[in-house]
T-cell receptor, first 116, second 115 residues
Framework: GAVVSQHPSRVICKSGTSVKIECRSL??????MFWYRQFPKKSLMLMAT?????????EQGVEKDKFLINHASLTLSTLTVTSAHPEDSSFYIC????????????FGPGTRLTVT | AQSVSQHNHHVILSEAASLELGCNYS??????LFWYVQYPGQHLQLLLK??????LVKGIKGFEAEFIKSKFSFNLRKPSVQWSDTAEYFC?????????????FGKGTKLSVIP
């Protein structure tokens, strides 16, 4: 149980375009989803926290107009990178928690974004 | 704000060697502590966690970790590693009772086990 999927696993887009990444909890309802960015040889950096049906809370330094997060249902959150630039190339990981197991997060496999 | 430091960037061991990966955190209050593992090409998986109680926590695959409050440490151990333990290991904390459940991660330690 507690499986989180992400789609796509890899995406290449041109500079200036937008790309949407989906995060789904497959067998549980995710009251909260988190979006992380992982840099090479560095840790996961929390970008934002989203609760179903409400606006996402962004971490300091993360542009909310660039990284649009939508958590429309208890099993789906999306991250849209708008007007992508090469410096947005990274590995994006989502995680989800359920109210039944409050302090555990279940991670998706990640999405590798390359902006050319 | 809390922070997590992992002392070793890359550890190389032979099979059957013992493992200890260091993790220290900085935060003045009560925290929950986690170790996650990321096998090559796979997603992060929870190895073990500490919320309260016995400071020696046993996790999956023979791993354990000990919370030493006075040292702000939560080191991960395994008495005898296997080739299949080759992975990246992340220590993480969140603030207990904060209601945010946000995790702060260390930079990770890459473990390479040589057959």
């Amino acid at each position: 149980g507690a499986v989180v999927s992400q789609h796509p696993s890899r995406v290449i887009c041109k500079s200036g375009t937008s790309v949407k990444i989906e995060c789904r909890s497959l067998d549980f309802q995710a009251t909260t989803m988190f979006w992380y960015r992982q840099f090479p040889k560095k840790s996961l950096m929390l970008m934002a926290t989203s609760n179903e049906g409400s606006k996402a809370t962004y971490e300091q330094g993360v542009e909310k107009d660039k990284f649009l997060i939508n958590h429309a249902s208890l099993t789906l959150s999306t991250l849209t990178v708008t007007s992508a630039h090469p410096e947005d190339s990274s590995f994006y990981i989502c995680s989800a928690r359920t109210s039944g197991r409050a302090d555990e997060q279940y991670f998706g496999p990640g999405t590798r974004l390359t902006v050319t | 704000a809390q922070s997590v430091s992992q002392h070793n960037h890359h550890v190389i061991l032979s099979e059957a060697a013992s493992l200890e990966l260091g993790c220290n955190y900085s935060y003045g209050g009560t925290v929950n502590l986690f170790w996650y593992v990321q096998y090559p090409g796979q997603h992060l998986q929870l190895l073990l966690k500490y919320f309260s109680g016995d400071p020696l926590v046993k996790g999956i695959k023979g791993f354990e970790a000990e919370f030493i409050k006075s040292k702000f440490s939560f080191n991960l151990r395994k008495p005898s590693v296997q080739w299949s333990d080759t992975a990246e290991y992340f220590c993480a904390v969140n603030v207990a009772g904060a209601g945010s459940y946000q995790l702060t991660f260390g930079k990770g330690t890459k473990l390479s086990v040589i057959p």
